[in-house]
């Protein structure tokens, strides 16, 4: 988590000098775990491979071999192997009684010692007492987390206290490109029920 402290001595009135021994962990032929392979699961595996990244992935259903070929990412059926594996650690899934909690004290204990965890999809899908615990005890090198439960967090949270996590406020989609996309498909999607046409993005409910 250099980022955040090297941002802070970059900008410090008591900096004289950059300390040459700060040095972080390549993602270049790093192992990236996703869990979670839908469609922004995927986008993000298109990006890691830009990188050189080995991909692992575990979803509830496994992707076409065509899919998987086009981004270099291998399945991982069991969720463990992936944890054991991962370099960095991305959460993408969508918050359901299943994925509740995913992320607990077992799950974490299963990772490396050096490995990162990313969570972009909703906050409760990590047990966060258990983060903390594992953040304390280096049990992980360090968190990502754009989503926490509830948001904000409460601001004498031993998260916002830690120094090998990096938090941002829930702005994974904030671009004035992608808040104008999401609003034109609701549009679309009104106009849609108003004119008794089908519903070009209905969510049907499991």
Not at 32 to 48: D, E, F, P, T
Not at 95 to 113: D, Q, R, S, V
Request: glycine content about 6%.
């Amino acid at each position: 988590m250099y980022l955040h402290a090297g941002c802070q001595v970059a900008v410090s009135p008591d900096t004289k000098y950059f300390a040459v021994d700060w040095l972080g962990v390549e993602v270049t032929r790093a192992t990236l775990g996703i869990i979670g392979m839908g469609s922004i699961g995927y986008k993000v595996a298109q990006r890691a491979r830009a990188f050189n990244m080995r991909i692992l992935y575990h979803n509830r259903n496994r992707r076409r071999k065509e899919e998987e070929e086009a981004v270099g990412a291998h399945y991982c059926a069991k969720m463990e192997d992936l944890l054991q594996q991962s370099d960095f650690v991305m959460l993408v899934v969508n918050l359901t009684p299943e994925t509740h909690k995913l992320i607990g004290k077992k799950e974490l204990g299963l990772m490396k010692p050096t490995a990162t965890l990313i969570n972009i999809s909703r906050g409760a899908v990590i047990d966060q007492d258990a983060l903390v615990e594992a953040l304390q005890n280096k049990v992980i090198r360090a968190a990502a987390l754009d989503v926490t439960y509830p948001e904000p967090l409460p601001r004498d949270h031993p998260l916002l206290n830690l120094n090998n996590v990096i938090i941002t406020p829930h702005i994974g989609t904030a671009t004035v490109q992608a808040i104008r996309m999401m609003a034109e498909e609701a549009i679309t999607n009104i106009l849609a029920v108003l004119n008794g046409q089908p519903i070009p993005s209905e969510v049907f409910p499991k």
